[in-house]
């Protein structure tokens, strides 16, 4: 297809079919805060204020959906500082949560600004505000109003991080005359891993823009918490022994909790000093959790509640971690780590951060959106993955009994992760 139809096509249909879901993200936006939080910025209508931050324009346009990939983009942000501390970096985030982490990590060269939605108006005004000398989307956000208006201004376009999942691979090889001329928009496609340059290639990116830098998700693993006294407060508060063994559920699903307390009251019978972490994925759900965790005979304490100095008289059996961007804080007091949205929903999460500290890895079968990293940790043997729910509890009971065994795979797990480490540096060096 030519590009200049295939620009007015998608300008055309692009705003009725978003118009068409709106009621579906609205109702997911109201869980998580206004649904008309930033709705002037989202559409580049920018306050004077904000226009007065960014003057005469940025150096670097950074645009990143959700936490993951803003984590992504603070870890390069360090790596850039490192090298040029003068830069003027616009970072633009599409989810609540995402903004609530880049609010609070960013540097303060960086500014936080609301994602534009993909309307060509929308998009021009924003290039018009920020004035990009580059354009850096994260991992999968190849946006065309985005990469056209890029070209039209003449500034290069680097994927970092690139991925595909096999469901987005899958688009891009069935219609090839709709994709191939707006990923043709990318100046630079930095790569995961070497096996993802001919997937990328088959699907359409171009092959002379393709470069390996790695996963930048070991550096993100490897930023730092800033809060790693935290936890020994919430020891106390919660009334656990020091030498308790800790099982930590991170972001679980729907139907995960349930089985995390099902397979933690069979267990608690014969360890005694087990306890256990909830840490739903989304927060929402808190009020549920809490009250199938009580349903069971379990007692529950909330991070927020003890966030109020609500110190347990009687120790509790579950902490149920009910804020955002506090689960790493977690790892490093975790015996045992359980990675969610891999036994009850599809996909998985990403589990580098329980491999950074050195913990042994419980994970279901459905770790597609990983699946290079389950791989090449698997072969290490640095991570276990159970089939099912009955496999799951078999491992659990092995790990818990054995402490030489909880050993070998955390420091296994760790060393993994040791030699991945650097993929940031490596893509600051690509794009300066």
Known sequence: ???????????????????L????????LSKRGSPREGLSERMAFYAPSTREMVGSGVDLWIHAVSVGEVLVALALLRELRRKSPELRVALTVTTITGRRVAMSAADPGTIVLWSPVDFSGVVRRAFALLRPRALILVETEVWPNYLWEAKRRRVPVFLLN????PRTERWYRRFPEIFRPILRGLSLVLAQAPEDV?????????PEAIFVTGNLKYDVANLGSGGEALPCAWWEWCGWPVDALILLAGSTHPGEEEVMVDLYRESRHRHPKLRLILAPRHVERSAEIRALCRKSGLSVV?????????VQDVPSDVL??????????????ATIVFIGKSLRAHGGQNFLEAASAGKPILVGPNMQNFEMLVREFR????????????????????????????????????AVFSKNVGAAARAAGDIL
Do not use: N
């Not at 879901?21 to 997911?28: A, D, G, L, Q």
């Not at 991070?303 to 609500?310: N, V």
């Not at 149920?320 to 007091?333: M, P, Q, S, V």
């Not at 509890?393 to 009994?401: F, S, Y």
């Open 162 to 165: 690139a991925r595909l999942s």
């Open 379 to 414: 072969r290490e043997r640095a991570i276990l993955q159970a089939g099912d729910r009955a496999e799951l509890g078999a491992l659990l009971e092995e790990l818990l009994t054995s402490e030489a065994m909880r050993s070998e795979f955390g420091k296994r797990a760790r």
């Open 198 to 206: 001919d997937r990328l290639i088959g699907a359409g990116f171009p």
């Open 302 to 310: 909330s991070r927020t509640e003890l966030g109020k100095g609500m």
């Open 320 to 333: 149920l971690l009910d804020t955002t961007g506090e689960l790493r804080f977690l790892y490093e007091k």
């Open 1 to 19: 297809m030519k590009v200049p139809l295939l620009r007015w096509c998608y300008r055309v249909t692009f705003p009725v079919i978003a118009g």
């Open 21 to 28: 879901i709106s009621p579906y993200y609205v109702h997911r």
